[in-house]
């Protein structure tokens, strides 16, 4: 197996070669796989510069660069986790705790608290990027129509016993009154007698018994507890009574945070109860014309959502699975099988996919999950969704960073399974143009590659994102460590299954680009003798990187030598790029023209 140790020898004796021959330093191939002789090759051209190079170039998240020390390329976990701040863990203190546990992106719900407690969470977590060193992405979630909720007035959870009779009104309760429930104005229309109310998704279910005004008389058939801020629908005859209005997808309020977001610098919007397409597109046309490269998430928690799912992936750039409401939409048994043909068509269409609400319930209460809660973060993590979600767990519950350790272990533990199995899956193409589908190939090659010779990391330079994220959507064993120069891809990766994101300044020469990262993972220890290595790269837009590759490939067969051809590289400014010959020989009867 190919060594990053030096050879000295041989790469003198490279240069030497290429000199005499090409009179010019050796090129390797700007993009696809490095061989180990290229990655020699320019580490000794490069080695002047790299004594000079400053650790700090590399901007490693520092809770990775321990996990990658501690555990190696292939055991680093590769499921991203979100968490959810609330009032447990909204302390720099918490935050920490979080980001140390492994936290990849801060998610805050517009739902609750106020504007300037939400601006100072978020200062907050980009002062600790700033100062420790971390790489926490923050994303907020808008309100919506989130109005589909009760308030029984009480702090705390209230029983609701079989046979008890209930009040369902639209009068506001000024605390807590016995048997009584706040709905929203219009919550009963079209609503009848001997319709079922079902609270979050079958905790507790009412039977409709009495319309009364704009309020509704209910008899509790099946027991349960009344959450504060409990979800409900209404169902008859085992199917969704579904509303009358259709609510915006976008508040007054939904914008106002929207614009709040941006400008807090917050790198994901997710977009609760989405019904369409047009809904994701006129959010992005709005940070479009802003020119802010801000990531949009649709949120899947509506009946219309699941109805238009493609179309609504396509024109995102990310998908939650929001279970919580899902759930009270869809009928609890549906909710596994809907989240897995969620997940398998973000991953067709390469979109990361979130799994959220409810993975760890328990937890807000109690310092151990369930045996079914771990089953059920370890079912999300074989499907392979890019992350974990934590909601009430980490905002307001007790255990929060412990939740997250549960996450973490729980999730390192089945993609080892998975890895051990070796389930590969084929994927449907996706790209549409030649450069996209060339970049795809290349993704799905390496990838193959890399499992088949157990390579230990693919390497890959990226601007936007592009390639990495083509690299995630195969799922392989080795980690993917992405270096990019901008900022926003670098928070955006975050959010994607198996990828590093790593700071770093790109320049235009893929050989200095490899020199120098490979050299400073060496330098931190994050990278030793060894270690097998690919390398992908974006940086240089494909259509030049196929121009190059193809000099690449013409430059071994270059005029200089007879037999050569010299029709691929074409001539540039009156010179052939390969060897500085004026004219071609047309020794190779090759179509250029001369
Ligand atoms: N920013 C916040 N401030 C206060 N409480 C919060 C905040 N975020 C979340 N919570 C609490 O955590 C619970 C779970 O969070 P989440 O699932 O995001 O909201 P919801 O229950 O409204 O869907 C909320 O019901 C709320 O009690
Ligand atoms: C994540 C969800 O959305 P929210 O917590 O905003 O209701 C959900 O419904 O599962
Ligand atoms: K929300
Ligand atoms: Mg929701």
């Not at 809770?63 to 020390?69: A, D, G, P, S």
């Not at 720099?92 to 705790?97: H, N, P």
């Not at 106002?256 to 989405?274: H, K, N, R």
């Not at 009430?392 to 996450?407: C, P, R």
Request: proline share 3%; with cysteine.
């Amino acid at each position: 197996m190919a060594s990053i140790a030096a050879d000295f020898a041989l790469i003198s004796s490279c240069l030497d070669l290429k000199r005499r021959v090409f009179n010019r330093p050796i090129s390797p191939l700007r993009f696809g796989i490095k061989t180990r002789l290229n990655r020699l090759v320019t580490q000794a051209l490069l080695q002047e510069e790299l004594k000079n190079l400053q650790k700090t170039e590399l901007g490693f998240d520092v809770v990775k660069e321990i996990e990658l020390r501690e555990n190696g390329f292939l055991g680093t976990r590769k499921t991203k986790l979100v968490c959810t701040v609330g009032p447990s863990c909204c302390s720099s203190e918490e935050l920490e705790k979080l980001a140390l546990g492994g936290m990849n992106v801060a998610r805050l719900n517009m739902c609750h608290n106020t504007r300037d407690w939400h601006q100072d969470v978020i200062r907050k977590i980009k002062k600790l990027n700033q100062e420790k060193g971390f790489c926490v992405s923050v994303m907020i979630d808008t309100e919506g129509s989130q109005i589909h909720v009760l308030d029984h007035g009480s702090p705390s959870s209230v029983k609701a016993e079989e046979g008890s009779i209930w009040f369902f009104t639209t009068e506001k309760l000024d605390g807590y009154r016995p048997f009584t429930v706040q709905a929203y104005d219009g919550f009963n229309e079209g609503v009848k007698e001997g319709d079922e109310l079902v609270v979050d998704g079958g905790m507790a279910t009412f039977e409709v018994i009495e319309q009364v005004g704009n309020d509704l008389r209910c008899k509790c058939t099946d027991s349960g507890l009344l959450l504060p801020r409990a979800k409900f629908s209404f169902w008859r005859k085992g199917k969704l009574v579904e509303k009358q209005h259709e609510l915006p997808t976008f508040s007054e309020k939904d914008w106002s945070d929207i614009e709040f977001g941006i400008s807090e610098g917050v790198d994901f919007i997710a977009l609760s109860f989405v019904k369409d397409a047009a809904a994701v597109k006129h959010l992005k046309d709005h940070l479009f014309t802003k020119n802010k490269l801000v990531k949009v998430l649709a949120k899947i928690e509506c009946l219309e959502s699941l109805k238009k799912l493609e179309e609504i992936v396509e024109a995102s750039d990310g998908i939650m699975v929001a279970r919580g409401d899902l759930g009270v939409e869809v009928p609890l048994e549906q909710v596994p099988t809907v989240q897995e043909e969620i997940v398998d068509l973000c991953r067709r269409l390469n979109k990361p996919v979130i799994i959220a609400s409810q993975l760890l319930e328990s937890m807000i209460e109690y310092p151990t999950p369930t045996r079914a809660e771990v089953a059920d973060v370890s079912e999300a993590v074989r499907q392979c969704a890019d992350a974990l979600m934590l909601s009430g767990e980490s905002a307001m519950g007790s255990y929060g960073q412990k939740a997250v350790s549960v996450l973490r272990m729980t999730s390192a533990r089945m993609e080892q399974w998975g890895r051990e199995m070796n389930q590969q899956r084929i994927l449907p193409q996706i790209g549409e143009s030649l450069p996209d589908q060339i970049a795809e190939q290349i993704c799905n090659c390496a990838s193959e590659m890399a499992n088949k010779l157990g390579v230990d990391a693919i390497l890959v330079y990226t601007t936007y994102g592009q390639m990495a994220s083509l690299l995630s959507r195969n799922r392989s064993n080795s980690l993917i460590l992405a270096f990019t120069n901008e900022t926003s891809t670098r928070m955006a990766l975050n959010l994607q299954w198996g990828v590093v994101p790593i700071a770093f300044d790109l320049t235009d020469d893929m050989d200095t680009n490899i020199a120098k990262t490979t050299h400073l993972m060496k330098e931190r220890g994050m990278m030793k003798q060894g270690d097998v290595i690919l390398v992908v790269s974006d940086v240089i837009p494909l259509l030049k990187a196929l121009d190059v590759a193809t000099v690449r490939t013409g430059v071994s067969r270059c005029p200089v030598r007879p037999a050569a051809c010299c029709r691929l590289p074409k001539w540039r400014a009156g010179r052939h790029r390969g060897c500085n010959e004026t004219a071609c020989s047309g020794a190779c009867g090759c179509l250029a023209e001369r």
